[in-house]
């Protein structure tokens, strides 16, 4: 069903909360691995990396920006942007700042070479140093031009570089200036830095995976001419200088010289929505509309099919809108009440519409006079299709719909397998429909190309379901 009210401004929705993003990648010692970790604690090993556990799935106060690994590889630190640090594996605990007000988040940190202490910066240069790692000078008190984004130790662990997002090196100890990109315009800022193995030299990456290498740091390759996906949020040397890998914010790794690739974490940074559903009803094709929130009117369609090797997004994302008052869980909804069912469902057997079948796979029936939908909740048939004598009155009332009359909503649809067969007056005519400029009764709508997509693709022998309802509560259904 849908309604006539004033049109309201809309756009894509975009889930709640910032999406997850690669923030760092270590390598091993041997070169022979690297983990990739994500902003929301998640750690992803490669090659002869282990896991030796993560913080994905809990409660973070704060994102994770940075990961160092032990000398042994046998373990690695995590730290999030409030100075709360993480171990795992052999990496030893030996303070953090999470209990600290901190003058500009961390954004990065560095491990000693004993691995009994590290070092974490801030955007502002500020160093927090613990256990064996020895405070040796900071930006902190400086007016800088640009952020500090990253920083290394010295293979001695005497000293250290900060890097700033304008490539402004500032170096303290026994590390040694080399040269810095502070005076040129780059085309996309800096994001990180690496050092090579004798400390004699240092790479830059910028966001488009631009690299600037000074000292005995040879030039192995860039991205700076590719078109990315997500931008290069950090990067890692090979052994004995002989390469380095970036990734992307998605999780993508890109390797040089002689850096291996060993895989990338773009389908686990931030996996697909399907994959995340606690179940999908044992359905091939799942349409999946996901909400902001329970008060929102539009949402994101996203179709994702199972090919037996897994699944794949097969269209979208769409934009769509939902019922006038939003959402709620079936269980609470009322004939009549302008909400969304959260949950669920099956589409059912049947198409309808106005217009000619667009080519779709299920049967379809096209629209004449005498085509009602029940929504009267005393009728025996309720929320079925019906159809009486052109002309006549149906014995059935309430809102009951006079489908063939509704060109501009119904000019294809799907029926949407709510309260069906009706268990009580929870609602009825729930649709998948064309986008009127409104919010809808309790529907879902999308533009009339994408719906006909939608219908054209949805496949009865995959036994397709919809799963709808709010971002925080669409996973459990």
């Given at each position: 069903?849908?309604?006539?009210?004033?049109?309201?401004?809309?756009?894509?929705?975009?889930t709640?909360?910032?999406?997850?993003?690669?923030?760092?990648?270590?390598?091993?010692?041997?070169?022979?691995?690297?983990?990739?970790?994500?902003?929301?604690?998640?750690?992803?090993?490669?090659?002869?990396?282990?896991?030796?556990?993560?913080?994905?799935?809990?409660a973070?106060?704060?994102?994770?920006?940075?990961?160092?690994?032990?000398?042994?590889g046998?373990?690695?630190?995590?730290?999030?942007?409030?100075?709360?640090?993480?171990?795992?594996?052999?990496?030893?605990?030996?303070?953090?700042?999470?209990?600290?007000?901190?003058?500009?988040?961390?954004?990065?940190?560095?491990?000693?070479?004993s691995?009994?202490?590290?070092w974490?910066?801030?955007?502002?240069?500020?160093?927090?140093?613990?256990?064996?790692?020895?405070?040796r000078?900071?930006?902190?008190?400086?007016?800088?031009?640009?952020?500090?984004?990253?920083?290394?130790?010295?293979?001695?662990?005497?000293?250290?570089?900060?890097?700033?997002?304008?490539g402004?090196?500032?170096?303290?100890?026994?590390?040694?200036?080399?040269?810095?990109?502070?005076?040129?315009?780059?085309?996309?800022?800096?994001?990180?830095?690496?050092?090579?193995?004798?400390?004699?030299?240092?790479?830059?990456?910028?966001?488009?995976?631009?690299?600037?290498?000074?000292?005995?740091?040879?030039?192995?390759?860039?991205?700076?001419?590719?078109?990315l996906?997500?931008?290069?949020?950090?990067m890692?040397?090979?052994?004995?200088?002989?390469?380095?890998?970036?990734?992307?914010?998605?999780?993508?790794?890109?390797?040089?010289?002689?850096?291996?690739?060993?895989?990338?974490?773009?389908a686990?940074?931030?996996?697909?929505?399907?994959?995340?559903?606690?179940?999908?009803?044992?359905?091939?094709?799942?349409?999946?509309?996901?909400?902001?929130?329970?008060?929102?009117?539009?949402?994101?369609?996203?179709?994702?099919?199972?090919?037996?090797?897994?699944?794949?997004?097969?269209?979208?994302?769409?934009?769509?809108?939902?019922?006038?008052?939003?959402?709620?869980?079936?269980?609470?909804?009322?004939?009549?009440?302008?909400?969304?069912?959260?949950?669920?469902?099956?589409?059912?057997?049947?198409?309808?519409?106005?217009?000619?079948?667009p080519?779709?796979?299920?049967?379809?029936?096209q629209?004449?006079?005498?085509?009602?939908?029940?929504?009267?909740?005393?009728?025996?048939?309720?929320?079925?299709?019906?159809?009486?004598?052109?002309?006549?009155?149906?014995?059935?009332?309430g809102?009951?719909?006079?489908?063939?009359?509704?060109?501009?909503?119904?000019?294809?649809?799907?029926?949407?397998?709510?309260?069906?067969?009706p268990?009580?007056?929870?609602?009825?005519?729930?649709?998948?429909?064309?986008d009127?400029?409104?919010?809808?009764?309790?529907?879902?709508?999308?533009?009339?190309?994408?719906?006909?997509?939608?219908?054209?693709?949805?496949?009865?022998?995959?036994?397709?379901?919809?799963?709808?309802?709010?971002?925080?509560?669409?996973?459990?259904?």
């Amino acid at each position: 069903m849908w309604s006539v009210a004033p049109t309201p401004t809309r756009a894509t929705a975009a889930t709640a909360g910032p999406a997850a993003r690669a923030v760092a990648i270590a390598a091993t010692p041997d070169g022979g691995g690297y983990w990739v970790t994500s902003s929301a604690g998640g750690v992803y090993p490669f090659g002869d990396a282990h896991s030796y556990g993560s913080m994905s799935g809990r409660a973070l106060n704060a994102p994770i920006v940075g990961m160092a690994a032990t000398p042994s590889g046998d373990g690695y630190w995590l730290v999030a942007s409030d100075g709360g640090v993480f171990t795992f594996g052999d990496a030893g605990f030996f303070g953090s700042a999470g209990a600290l007000r901190l003058n500009a988040p961390i954004v990065g940190m560095a491990a000693t070479p004993s691995g009994d202490g590290y070092w974490l910066v801030a955007s502002d240069g500020g160093i927090f140093d613990y256990g064996d790692a020895v405070f040796r000078g900071s930006t902190g008190s400086m007016r800088l031009n640009q952020p500090v984004v990253g920083m290394r130790a010295t293979p001695s662990g005497d000293g250290y570089w900060l890097v700033a997002s304008d490539g402004g090196i500032f170096n303290y100890g026994d590390a040694v200036f080399r040269g810095s990109t502070g005076s040129i315009r780059l085309n996309q800022p800096v994001v990180g830095m690496a050092a090579t193995a004798s400390g004699g030299g240092y790479w830059l990456v910028a966001s488009d995976g631009g690299i600037f290498d000074y000292g005995d740091a040879p030039f192995w390759g860039s991205t700076g001419s590719i078109r990315l996906n997500q931008p290069i949020d950090g990067m890692a040397p090979a052994p004995a200088a002989a390469g380095y890998w970036m990734v992307a914010a998605d999780g993508g790794v890109f390797t040089f010289g002689g850096a291996a690739f060993d895989g990338s974490a773009t389908a686990d940074v931030n996996p697909p929505l399907v994959d995340q559903l606690a179940s999908t009803g044992g359905a091939q094709q799942v349409l999946v509309v996901d909400a902001p929130d329970a008060a929102s009117t539009t949402a994101t369609l996203t179709a994702y099919e199972d090919d037996g090797t897994g699944w794949y997004q097969a269209l979208g994302p769409m934009p769509a809108v939902d019922g006038a008052n939003g959402w709620l869980p079936a269980s609470s909804r009322v004939e009549g009440d302008d909400t969304t069912p959260e949950g669920l469902y099956a589409i059912g057997p049947t198409m309808y519409g106005t217009d000619p079948d667009p080519g779709t796979q299920f049967a379809y029936h096209q629209l004449v006079c005498g085509d009602w939908w029940d929504e009267d909740p005393a009728s025996a048939t309720y929320n079925t299709f019906q159809h009486v004598a052109c002309g006549t009155i149906p014995p059935f009332g309430g809102d009951s719909e006079a489908l063939w009359t509704e060109g501009i909503a119904y000019p294809s649809m799907a029926v949407i397998d709510f309260n069906t067969p009706p268990s009580g007056p929870s609602g009825s005519g729930i649709f998948l429909h064309a986008d009127t400029g409104a919010p809808t009764q309790g529907c879902v709508s999308l533009t009339l190309s994408d719906l006909d997509a939608v219908l054209r693709w949805l496949d009865p022998a995959l036994h397709p379901v919809i799963v709808m309802g709010p971002d925080a509560v669409i996973k459990d259904f």
